[in-house]
């Protein structure tokens, strides 16, 4: 009950039906294929429609620039290990 008053007080009002509406439709799917594929995409189309137009935008921002350190950090990893190679085959 503890927990279910954090979440009310960290939500909105009128979002707190819509998230125990997502977890109910995630708990308890569909029984037949295709209806199982339609209930999913409606909770997915509810989920996407709880961010406004904004909100996903800084959210993919970050994601972007998340990605972009961490392939920069391999690829100059592997360029350091490279030259860190060349310099004891050298010696």
Known sequence: MRILRQIKA?????????VAVLFMALVFGAFKFWDWIKYRVGVIT??????????????????CTVGTF????????????????????CE
């Open 10 to 18: 960290a939500l909105p009002s009128g979002k707190l039906a819509v």
């Open 46 to 63: 509810v989920a996407m429609a709880m961010l406004s137009l904004n909100e996903w935008a800084v959210l993919t921002g970050i994601f």
């Open 70 to 89: 961490f392939v920069n950090w391999y690829y100059e990893h592997k360029k350091y290990l490279r030259s860190t190679a060349r310099d004891i085959n």
